[in-house]
């Protein structure tokens, strides 16, 4: 997916400046301008915080496509991908709108961040380790945890992931609402 033209048609669509939403946001119009024009790759972490003053999830970004509310069952290549940059966030539907649950088949490469900023949003999120070590940072609370350790937090609380180990993280977990 090309985030620089999807992140311009979604602020044009809503009649944004970049200006604007500079201010809404915090980050630098040149920034803005910058991933926009594809000569800079946001992190997860700063493209949550540009997509909060659009207002839009990460999940209907990256959403390609509506899902019936009927299907019931996805094979594994209709998992939407919506990670980038060393973190592989897969989706169960593509679309959730009218859906009360974000389910994420997570991956870490060593090393890889949500960001140096930590980030925010609606509702609460939980997860399991199932390979792995991640350091997961709420508020002012860090901890590291590996397999078969699990989280559960507001998802208002600002929060952030980093893989701290020498292999890949593997991670189920789930928001609700589906606001990440």
């Known amino acids: 997916m090309d985030i620089g033209k999807r992140l311009k048609e979604i602020r044009l669509a809503r009649k944004l400046s970049q ?3 500079a201010k809404r946001t915090g980050v630098a119009n040149a920034s803005i301008s910058q991933i926009e024009s594809n000569h800079l790759n946001p992190t997860v972490g700063a493209l949550k915080r540009i997509l ?12 390609e496509g509506d899902i019936e509310d009927k299907q019931i069952f996805f094979a594994v290549e209709e998992l939407a991908e ?8 897969r989706q169960v539907g593509a679309n959730l709108n009218n859906r ?12 890889a961040t949500t960001g140096k900023t930590a980030i925010s949003h609606e509702g609460e ?12 940072e709420v508020g002012d609370q860090k901890k590291i945890l590996g397999p ?5 937090f507001a998802s208002s609380m600002p929060h952030r ?12 977990s789930a ?4 606001t990440f």
């Not at 009360?100 to 090393?111: D, M, R, S, W």
């Not at 939980?126 to 991640?134: A, R, T």
């Not at 078969?148 to 559960?152: E, F, N, V």
């Open 175 to 178: 928001c609700t609402p589906p």
């Open 125 to 136: 999120e939980c997860g399991i380790v199932l390979k792995g070590k991640i350091q997961i």
């Open 148 to 152: 078969g350790d699990a989280y559960y």
């Open 100 to 111: 009360a649950i974000q389910f994420l088949h997570e991956k870490y490469k060593p090393g």
């Open 19 to 21: 200006r604007e939403l």
């Open 161 to 172: 992931f980093k893989n701290v180990g020498s292999e890949e993280c593997e991670i189920v």
């Open 82 to 89: 919506i990670g980038e940059r060393g973190i592989s966030f």
């Open 52 to 63: 909060d003053g659009i207002p839009i999830s990460l999940s209907d970004f990256f959403s």
